[in-house]
């Protein structure tokens, strides 16, 4: 019994890493009306090496499409000074994106609530259905197959993504979080 469980675990394992590997992660070339960067932990009032990496492969979209405006996504989390939304909003003004076309969700504390918040904010920005807008989501690459689940569970219907890239030594601990986080937002519905 213990080595049916064992290879049965294993078989489940394998399909969903090979499915959150080969997800298509990059789609630069999409136009979208709106950009949405998922939160990632901040230190204090500085974005983490992973939203950082986010924030950086939005930039090069958002550089060179000045008509799409962008939602930033997180709530103020553990040992975050300010909301996530807000770090992200700092460095992207830093970096050249002016203000007016931001536009700041602060209420999330998880994935399924950045789709769930942000989609109420486009709508009310744009005076559409979230079905009917192009939304291109920025997050990193692991984490891109459950953001697809997630934001289908919340209405997104024309959706792209354009993913960062993890750092080389957080693979294998975001990859392996990720199957376990993958079966609970399929079982738990979140």
Known sequence: MIKILISVFLIAFTITESLIIF?????????????????ASVKKTTPSTTLKGRLNTALKYLKVNNECYVVVSGGK????????????????VKNGIDNNRIIEEDKSTN??????YSKLKIEEHSRKRIKDIEVK?????FHVLRSKILASRNEYKNISFYASKSKLSFVPTYYTREFFAIWKTIVFDR
């Open 137 to 141: 989501i920025v997050t990193t690459d």
């Open 111 to 116: 994935t399924y609530e950045n789709f769930k």
């Open 23 to 39: 997800y298509p992660k990059n789609s630069f070339e999409t136009k979208s009306d709106y950009l949405l960067i998922l939160g």
């Open 77 to 92: 989390g553990n040992g975050e000074n300010i909301t996530e939304a807000k770090a992200m909003k700092d460095y992207l």
